[in-house]
């Protein structure tokens, strides 16, 4: 199992400088990915300053050498795909192949989000990722679906390897289920609104259960107990660590990940 820290570009010293040095912090601290939340205004509280969070992503490249990187999650219906695509390409040169892209249909508060039922915004999604693998393969692409259009473009840098993609999302929505068995891994939560429901090793057993093949697929998870979801066969194990000052974040990265 692997361990990450996830936190939101948002509030004093999580700037890209200060991402940076976060990022730096939790390499050295033995972590093995620093993750951003996707978001341009921070709903927990709009006062505080926020940052584009691929341009952080940029900075914490730059700044280490082994640790993953990447989006948990991006509200793919937020963005136009091509650029998405383009943006995940340079970070993957830029990092080395450390990049993980994760994608979901993004929280209804969003302002920046397309005034669209949910139903609308997980067509976008689909149509958004299926359209982002094309154009990683460097070939022309001709898409004509519901949402996107594209005749025969072609983004000619390709990524070093295969970006995984990630799905977030509430894994009790059936079509977030299937979208997760279609890619490369779930960061999915659980009931957001009720505690009682939080993923556990049995949802791990049975969504792997269901994936069958399972050679490249991952599973990210926080909370709970690290080894009992190691044993369910989770790849990841999640560290959220709310909008705090830079130190206090420093103290709770510093102290590493669990052992299992």
Not at 57 to 63: E, Y
Not at 120 to 129: I, K, T
Request: aromatic content about 8%.
């Amino acid at each position: 199992m692997k361990f990450s820290v996830t936190v939101g570009a948002v509030g004093l010293g999580r700037d890209p400088r200060g991402l940076a040095e976060l990022a730096r912090a939790v390499e050295y601290s033995g972590w093995d990915a620093l993750f951003l939340e996707d978001y341009l205004v921070y709903q927990g509280d709009a006062s505080q300053p926020t940052y584009d969070p691929w341009i952080c992503l940029a900075a914490m490249a730059t700044a280490t050498s082994r640790i993953t990187i990447g989006t948990t999650v991006t509200p793919l219906p937020r963005r136009h795909p091509w650029k998405v695509a383009a943006e995940a390409v340079a970070l993957d040169h830029l990092s080395g192949g450390r990049f993980i892209l994760g994608a979901g249909i993004g929280d209804p508060g969003d302002p920046f989000l397309p005034a669209q039922p949910p139903k609308v915004l997980a067509e976008m999604l689909d149509e958004g990722l299926e359209l982002i693998d094309q154009l990683w393969s460097g070939q022309p692409v001709t898409f004509a679906g519901k949402h996107y259009q594209l005749d025969d473009v072609q983004l000619t840098a390709r990524p070093l390897r295969k970006i995984p993609i990630w799905i977030g999302g509430d894994l009790l929505v059936p079509a977030v289920r299937r979208r997760i068995l279609r890619w490369d891994g779930s960061c999915a939560y659980k009931g957001r609104t009720d505690a009682s429901q939080q993923i556990t090793p049995d949802d791990v057993r049975g969504l792997l259960a269901e994936r069958g093949q399972t050679a490249g697929f991952d599973v990210k998870v926080s909370g709970g107990d690290p080894a009992a979801f190691a044993a369910a066969g989770a790849t990841w194990w999640g560290r959220w660590i709310p909008p705090l000052d830079a130190e206090e974040t420093l103290l709770i990265v510093r102290s590493g990940p669990p052992t299992l």
